[in-house]
């Protein structure tokens, strides 16, 4: 397998581990820009809730902190199904991060429109290596069927080599999503994938196990690549080397 893959009890270890995970790399930055890609989905929400308490907002320097998103609906930015809603609701609001940090997709323009214009935002506002903005860390999620970001199987955005923010379009009802590229993700410093819950332990083993090529398995960083997954998520997985996260002691 590429990367390393940690073995967290449950979801809320699995949650915390990130958390630590993410202070310890705003720290190396320095006193540097630390410019991340959030992760959509439900699986970060406890990642989001744990980095705005005292515990470990206090430990990041919010004022280099920018974020920007991995990927998005196109739908108005208060909408249940925005993935910027989650990360305002459960972190943006309890922060102190200043707003000219924070960089959502425009999703009142145009699809492609919105594309670009993400686009040009990535260009002026993250450091770049390889032709193409790095990150210094990107968070992903794990769909069911291998998907990340909105880099779905079978997908012609899996195919873009010069795009850094590209459009996909969901069939019936769901919204169209504005997603960045494989050469932005595998740019990327660090790269946390959080994979959580027994729906998912398919799609890991065959990440993993590498017998596939699920969207996933295609982020390959020349930085660093972690797998954080919990016990449910991890069940199928046997003969896979993996380190398991350290029990906390609470007292």
Known sequence: MRGTLIICADYESLSREAARRFVAAAEESGRHAFNVALAGGGTPRRLYELLATSEFERKIPWERVHLFWGDERMVPLDH?????????????KQVRIPPKNIHPVQVNLPLEQAAAAYEREL?????GRWGFPSFDLVLLGLGDDGHTASLFPRSPALQEKQKLATTHRMPGTEPARVTLTLPVLNAAKRVFFLVSG???ATALRTVVEGTGQLPAHLVAPKGELLWLADTAAASKLKGVRVQHAAAETVG
């Open 123 to 127: 260009r002026a506002k993250v450091g």
């Open 80 to 92: 249940p199904k925005s993935n910027y809603k989650l990360a305002r609701d459960s972190l943006l």
């Open 198 to 200: 027994d729906s998912k």
